[in-house]
């Protein structure tokens, strides 16, 4: 072979070589650092090991926000229709943080299965259902749904979702 | 050799592209427009924002309806109104639901911009509207003379969303007849 | 006149297609010129760029014009102004939206062919005629877009709202009217660049002087991109209320990605001007970086990146925006994957060269781009795979940018220190031997003396930032011999470098001192309340009501006190449109150069006391002035007088 082409070759291996050692450090560090969204049917249902950082999100139920009287923590449940989990945030709430609107929290279950949240996120728009949150309550009314066909459809009076204690 | 390699980009391109047609292929199929098709309509039992009257689910059957979640802070709703009128004026009944909304500040809006509404229901806290699965303001709802609901639309109502919508509303009216 | 204002949104749609008939014969009539080597048929493509520009700027104005005017039957304005909205907001909410935001992009483009059209002087006939051929076909594609699937005149008749929805309050704001159009000069512009190098590789003359032509258009698109991206982040910072500056969300993520391979881009025609050399790969960035600024314009504003719902929500727009990235990028890469071979680069060099350096930058560029692609389109795969929902966190971005940039600083530094062709390693170790000792000795003494203890990555961020500076100075200091008097002399282009360089080092130190050493502080206060954060307090005096044209606010007063005297009053807000019912935060920010005093508002808590975020950010403002640097860098390089021969020498 030309030694120019040899050398051209050689060069060229080296960066195959340094660009995929890049790439597979890339894609290991990726996966270490994505958050799963979890619904809170999934939460409830058990399906979220403590400890471990999940998204979380769903509507704030009516009702729920309990402020501490100290400090700014601050308590509420979220719902997808079907089920709630509790969420303990310590600090500033974004601005469309309102009973009734869909949130995203980022943060861990704890042991007694209260989400402790590190960040809270509401989009600036009211219009605006965060994506995930839209996907939660349509798969817990697709389960609702499934459900009520496998009580036999007998009672069809039956709403969709179990609303949330009004 | 090196002729092939110029096609590479070119390859990863129609890779990504066939991937992302492929998923919004198979994202159309799971994403059905609303569980509640098909389905009647939730039970309600709430108040009349014009006057004040209980109504409840029963009201509702009889004539086919089209149910429009709206909102006086919703500008959308705003956009989508006139439209509305327009469809009242055609004989096309109408029934609201003033979806997480001030009384007072609903019947302003119906004063100043025309009631297209057979009558509005009063939905203050979002409880009908979560049993409805609503993302938010606006969204229309199909529903037939039985009351079962027939189709969804999220977003505003428009003369190209109704030429889709118009087909199954009249074939609803017709069966009625 | 009445008359006329009653059909004004007629008059727009008109002449929108009036520009589309324009921007069809700019396609058809010069490459059927070029074709059949008629000179005269190849002249038509510069009046038909500036008629059609000048079609979509009477358009864009009757859009304006509408809002101005409040003609709440237009869809588009019903659902995006208001006749509260001051004026000016008015006019900015045009570009407020999808639909407007398209004509502002579809117009740009008609000024930039406009552009070429009339600064292309030094150019062959044949090859202008390419250029804004194929920056029609664009054009032709978009305005198509625009009429069929997000008119921006769709009216609302017969009986139109009486009153407007309101612009979203988040855009009613001085930053939300420049930066837009900033940042999409920058994405459009960037089609200059891919225009060219679709001409070339047409024409097969893939050659310097193409370089040369295609580098102050490239360099002017970075310009924009640069400055839109900055006045984004600056945006972000003081208007979402609660002073973050860089989010790696998809929207920043879309600006990024282009502006990361138009620098690579940049650079590799620079070796392509001088040296013949990496064509194909220069080709090849021309394509992305369009490629990357249209996925940027179109795929984010309709919402495909953040959700897969937009895209069901509203199939037309999105099979419309798919087949056309489909059509334009596959395109040109078909075209790149025929052409190319013809024109392979000739010209040797070593591997100790500017060469290889500058090629080590360009591929540490497009490496992280990649990485922002990959963190961007990740979520939506698995999306599509039906794995379920997941965010990629910024602590995956920042664990990639933090080792690539320290990496790309080294390089820049050697590859500005080093010669074309060939150099030694002894040499250049020579040179900039003295700049990496100074560079070493200020990371490691500097945080200690001001912080008292070191951090591995204030250490690496102050060094890169210190090598950079130094070694620029030291390559300065050699090519003047040492005197001042003589480097006005070294080429506008080089001191362009030089002062872009610099900035990228600003920048460095701006984002490292403020990652590292911002302080914060939640906090529930009451009227007459101090708290202490670093060297300052913070005394919550008084709280009232502000009223604002189409808002009201709450508003609290702070008394900042630095050793024991009031250096700042600062009054945050949270205001409450009427019109959508929403709230914003309005953060109060006292500013000097080396650090800001960021104060927002929480919400109200029980007996008047509010919830409050009180922040201290070191060096905030010098992540923003870097990019100012590197503007005005590109700016010089852009006046070279190279760049304003005359046709002879330009064929030569």
């Known amino acids: 072979m030309h030694p120019q082409r040899k050398k051209r070759l050689r060069l060229i291996l080296f960066l195959v070589i340094a660009v995929g ?135 069809t009076d039956t709403s969709y979702g179990k609303g949330a204690g009004y | 050799m090196n002729r092939i390699l110029l096609f590479v980009p070119l390859a990863i391109f129609a890779l990504m592209g066939i991937t992302f047609w492929v998923g919004l292929g198979i994202e159309d199929k799971t994403s059905l427009p609303s569980p509640l098709i098909d389905h009647p309509f939730p039970e309600f039992e709430l108040g009349v924002v014009e006057d004040g009257r209980t109504l409840t689910t029963a009201d509702l059957q009889g004539k086919p309806a089209l149910v429009n979640v709206w909102a006086t802070w919703c500008p959308t709703c705003k956009a989508e109104h006139a439209f509305l009128n327009e469809l009242a004026a055609d004989g096309v009944r109408i029934v609201g639901i003033n979806y997480k909304d001030d009384v007072e500040k609903a019947r302003d809006w119906l004063a100043a911009f025309g009631n297209p509404y057979d009558y509005n229901l009063s939905d203050p806290k979002g409880k009908l509207g979560l049993e409805l699965g609503v993302y938010g303001a606006p969204e229309t709802f199909l529903v037939d003379a039985d009351g079962i609901i027939r189709a969804k639309h999220i977003g505003d109502l428009n003369a190209d969303v109704w030429k889709k919508l118009k087909p199954q509303f009249d074939a609803m009216s017709g069966a009625e007849q | 006149m009445e008359n006329l204002a009653l059909y004004l949104p007629e008059i727009g749609q008109f002449a929108l297609i009036l520009a589309l008939v324009m921007a069809v014969l700019q396609v058809v009539i010069p490459l059927l010129g070029v074709n059949q080597g008629q000179l005269w048929l190849m002249g038509y493509a510069r009046p038909f760029a500036v008629g059609q520009a000048l079609f979509l700027v009477i358009s864009l104005f009757v859009l304006a014009a509408c809002f101005v005017m409040d003609d709440f039957s237009v869809a588009y304005v019903a659902a995006n102004s208001n006749s509260l909205l001051p004026v000016q907001f008015k006019i900015s909410a045009v570009w407020g939206a999808h639909e407007g935001s398209l004509l502002l992009w579809v117009t740009m483009l008609g000024l930039w062919s406009v552009a070429v059209a009339l600064l292309s002087r030094s150019l062959p006939l044949d090859m202008v005629a390419r250029v804004l051929s194929i920056m029609g076909m664009i054009s032709v594609g978009f305005i198509l877009f625009t009429l069929e699937t997000s008119n921006p005149f769709a009216r609302h008749l017969p009986s139109p709202p009486m009153e407007g929805g309101d612009l979203n309050p988040l855009l009613q704001d001085f930053g939300l009217i420049v930066h837009p159009p900033t940042l999409y000069m920058g994405y459009v512009g960037l089609s200059v660049a891919f225009a060219f190098a679709l001409a070339a590789l047409m024409s097969g003359r893939l050659d310097a002087a193409w370089a040369r032509w295609s580098r102050p258009w490239t360099t002017a698109a970075w310009i924009f991109l640069t400055v839109g991206i900055a006045l984004g982040s600056w945006w972000a910072y003081y208007e979402l209320g609660w002073g973050g500056w860089w989010f790696w969300d998809p929207v920043e993520n879309a600006s990024l990605m282009p502006w990361l391979v138009a620098t690579a881009l940049l650079h590799s025609l620079a070796v392509t001007e001088k040296r013949g050399l990496f064509k194909s790969w220069t080709v090849l960035l021309a394509i992305f970086a369009f490629s990357l600024s249209l996925l940027g314009t179109f795929l984010v504003r309709s919402g495909v990146l953040t959700s897969v719902h937009a895209f069901a929500s509203d199939p037309e727009r999105g099979v419309f925006i798919l087949a056309l990235l489909g059509i334009c990028v596959g395109g040109s890469l078909l075209l790149y994957a025929i052409k190319a071979p013809t024109v392979a680069s000739v010209g040797r060099y070593e591997v100790v060269s500017r060469e290889t350096f500058l090629l080590l930058n360009n591929l540490v560029l497009v490496v992280m781009a990649l990485a922002v692609l990959t963190g961007t389109l990740y979520p939506l795969v698995y999306d599509f795979m039906g794995l379920g929902k997941l965010s990629v966190g910024a602590a995956w971005f920042n664990t990639m940018f933090v080792p690539l940039t320290v990496i790309l600083a080294v390089l820049m530094g050697l590859g500005a220190a080093s010669r074309w062709k060939k150099d030694t390693l002894p040499r250049l170790a020579g040179v900039t031997a003295v700049a990496a000792l100074v560079a070493i000795v200020f990371a490691v003494v500097t945080p200690f003396i001001v912080q008292g203890e070191w951090q591995g990555k204030v250490v690496l961020g102050l060094g890169v930032a210190a090598w950079l500076v130094a070694a620029t100075l030291a390559d300065i200091w050699k090519k003047s011999h040492g005197k001042l008097a003589k480097i006005p002399k070294l080429g506008m282009s080089y001191l362009g470098m030089v002062l872009a360089h610099t900035g990228v080092a600003i ?55 630095q050793d024991g005297e009031v250096i700042e009053q600062l009054t945050p807000e949270k205001r409450h449109y009427s019109a959508r019912n929403s709230i914003m935060t309005e953060a109060a920010i006292d500013v000097t150069l080396f650090r800001d005093i960021y104060v927002s508002m929480g919400e109200p808590l029980e007996n008047g006391a509010w919830g409050m975020r009180l922040q201290v950010k070191p060096f905030m403002r010098w992540t923003w002035l870097g990019a100012i640097f590197m503007a005005l860098g590109g700016f010089l390089a852009m006046l070279d007088k190279r760049y304003r021969r005359r046709v002879g020498v330009a064929q030569a």
Request: no cysteine; glycine share 10%.
């Open chain 1, 21 to 155: 050692a890049a790439v597979g450090l890339a894609m290991y560090s990726l996966s270490q650092n994505i958050n799963l969204f979890q619904t809170p049917t999934q939460i409830a249902n058990g399906e979220v090991p403590p400890g471990r950082t999940i998204r979380a999100g769903g509507l704030v139920v009516e009702g729920s926000v309990v402020r501490d009287k100290e400090g700014l923590g601050v308590t509420f449940r979220v719902t997808d229709g079907q089920s709630e989990v509790p969420i303990h945030y310590e600090g500033i709430l974004p601005d469309l943080f309102r009973e009734g609107q869909g949130i995203v929290a980022l943060g861990q279950l704890d042991n007694s299965g209260v989400f402790e949240a590190s960040e809270v996120l509401a989009k600036h728009d009211e219009n605006y259902m965060p994506p995930e949150v839209q996907d939660a309550l349509e798969k817990a009314h697709l389960d609702g749904k499934a459900k009520m066909e496998n009580a036999n459809s007998s009672d």
């Open chain 3, 507 to 561: 920048t460095i130190v701006g984002v490292t001192m403020v990652s590292n050493y911002s302080i914060e502080k939640s906090v529930r206060m009451s009227p007459g309340d101090v708290e202490t954060l670093g060297d300052y307090q913070f005394e919550f005096t008084q709280s009232g009501k502000i009223e604002g044209p189409n808002y009201t606010s709450q508003a609290v007063r702070f008394n900042v006190i």
